[in-house]
């Protein structure tokens, strides 16, 4: 174990000496320069095509298109047919069928040490008293954050409207995969003495596959997901959610200087390691009651801004539905609208990534359909509602300011059309809600930084859990593994924006790998499961 610790330690090396580097340009110049090219690389290797017809489409797009769909039509639309029945789940109707004694997972304690109580596994899994309903909103409160922020604007700024519908395709059929993963999550689930739970991809894939006959695949793709987990944890989930901070602390105070971001950077990871490494928990119950707040403030002023446009929705829907199938010269072809959807859409839902099921296998529940069953309503929320809210403001915006040209973008940054500046996702969603909401931005702001903590926090338990599966359970490789995550919190705030989010979208994307090849694998258990809690259903009825 100490010579793999050690080789991941070597692998990062390179990154402590950015600080070190003496040069006239500032320091945050320095860290992306010495950043972007890894970026770079690992994006473009991710994101590998292969030539269909005309097109070079990414595997991964296709793995994880095929893999939505497959599980669509196999469990027969389980986002829709299923979706009343996740209803009555979230609301406690069948309560009564989970109490009851029955076939499935065995019942754990839950023991969270350590001072790790990311949102999810706290409110879904501790003592066991935690309803369906307490879970989804402690779920929704973590999904929602930056990526419907800053991700959409960016979405929108290169794609289009047009780039909207395929956000929402690929949510609606990302619920079936947040399904078929989340119940195998908990089917799959490992119990410590202490009775801790170990749940998630690199589980059900060592120990599914195993019990399939294909132990050598099983431990092979396991170690691969938990490497990238924690990769992602490094990116999407911390480097990114500090870079969005910083970018709308800066801009909102007007704060200048090349080490800004440096500085903004440590001040997140001391906060954010109050609470992985000092085990503060009052800390994190705080922010557990916050963040839902302000999610609901996010979705109240996007209420305000679509009801103040009413008139001109038909307008909306109408550019984005002829965007998807015909947009506009400039924006690579509706092939390139549906990747950029698609991207935003899984880097915000996370499904098909597997990181949901990390959290969800800690849940107390007899049958592991049942958590899967209300899982699926996760990308409904996260991206068919709130995402489309915030593509509808950014589009009224445009329509009525005409701020910027679709397309003509940079990287991740759009060309404002008054000013030549280019600006990034989180400002110009700040200035789409302020031109209606004057003075929304010192909210967002205020929402941003929370968001960015709560999913920092989630995310440092789904990498430890990964970092814990590869080196072990003691407690140096859970020191060095939080040592490692608060670094990249002020890597990613002084890092540019095009730097993180190619890391970042690389990160997770490349979970959909080992993740969705054991899906297509153990997909049969999943209908097993469902089977067994439907006849429970039935049963408490008759």
Not at 4 to 33: C, H, M, W, Y
Request: aromatic residues 12%.
């Amino acid at each position: 174990m100490k010579y793999r610790l050690l080789s991941i330690i070597l692998l990062f090396t390179p990154l402590f000496t950015i600080a070190q580097e003496a040069a006239e340009k500032g320091l945050d110049e320095k860290v992306n320069d010495a950043f972007m090219p890894f970026a770079s690389w690992w994006e473009g290797f991710v994101l590998t095509t292969i030539p269909v017809g005309e097109y070079n489409i990414p595997i991964v797009l296709i793995l994880l298109v095929i893999g939505a769909t497959f599980f669509t039509i196999y469990f027969k639309f389980p986002n829709i047919l299923k979706f009343p029945l996740a209803i009555n789940v979230v609301r406690g109707k069948y309560d009564d069928v989970e109490g009851s004694t029955g076939h499935g997972v065995e019942k754990a304690e839950v023991n969270i040490v350590d001072g790790d109580l990311p949102d999810t596994i706290k409110d879904e899994s501790e003592e066991g008293e935690v309803s369906h309903f307490q879970a989804l909103a402690t779920a929704v409160s973590g999904t929602v954050g930056l990526g419907n922020i800053a991700g959409v604007a960016v979405a929108i700024a290169i794609g289009g409207p047009g780039a909207t519908f395929w956000m929402i395709v690929c949510g609606l059929i990302g619920m079936s995969t947040k399904f078929v993963e989340c119940t195998l999550g908990v089917k799959y689930r490992d119990v410590g003495e202490d009775g801790t739970v170990y749940g998630g991809p690199m589980y059900y894939l060592s120990r599914g596959l195993k019990a399939k006959g294909l132990a050598g695949l099983g431990k092979v793709l396991g170690i691969i997901f938990a490497i990238l987990c924690v990769g992602a944890s490094f990116g999407g989930g911390n480097a990114f959610q500090s870079n969005q901070a910083a970018v709308q602390l800066t801009t909102m105070f007007n704060l200048e200087g090349g080490a800004i971001g440096v500085i903004i950077g440590v001040i997140l990871a001391i906060l954010v390691g109050i609470v992985i490494i000092g085990g503060i928990k009052k800390i994190a119950s705080v922010t557990e009651k916050i963040v839902p707040f302000m999610a609901i403030i996010y979705v109240i002023a996007s209420l305000i801004i679509i009801f103040a446009n009413i008139k001109y929705i038909g307008d909306a829907f109408g550019m984005i539905f002829s965007g998807a199938f015909s947009p506009e010269a400039g924006l690579g072809g509706i092939l390139g609208v549906i990747i950029v959807g698609f991207q935003r859409a899984a880097f915000s839902n996370e499904a098909g990534a597997g990181s949901a099921a990390i959290a969800h296998s800690a849940v107390k529940t007899k049958y592991p359909a049942s958590e899967g069953i209300v899982a699926l309503l996760e990308p409904f929320i996260d991206t068919v509602v709130i995402c489309t809210m915030t593509a509808l403001v950014i589009i009224f915006f445009n329509m009525d300011a005409g701020a910027f040209d679709y397309g003509n973008a940079v990287g991740s940054t759009v060309l404002l059309n008054d000013s030549g500046a280019y600006i990034g996702g989180v400002d110009l969603t700040s200035m789409a809600y302020d031109s209606v909401i004057p003075g929304f931005r010192y909210v967002l702001t205020i929402a941003i930084v929370l968001f960015a903590f709560s999913t920092m926090i989630s995310w440092s338990y789904y990498g430890l859990q990964s970092w814990k599966f590869l080196f072990g359970r003691g407690r140096t490789a859970d020191v060095i593994y939080k040592v490692l995550f608060l670094l990249f919190v002020v890597i990613g705030a002084a890092a540019t924006l095009d730097a993180v989010i190619k890391f970042s979208d690389a990160m997770i994307l490349a979970l959909v790998f080992p993740n969705m090849i054991g899906l297509l694998i153990l997909f049969p258990k999943v209908k097993e499961e469902l089977n067994k809690y439907i006849a429970a259903i039935r049963k408490s009825n008759t």
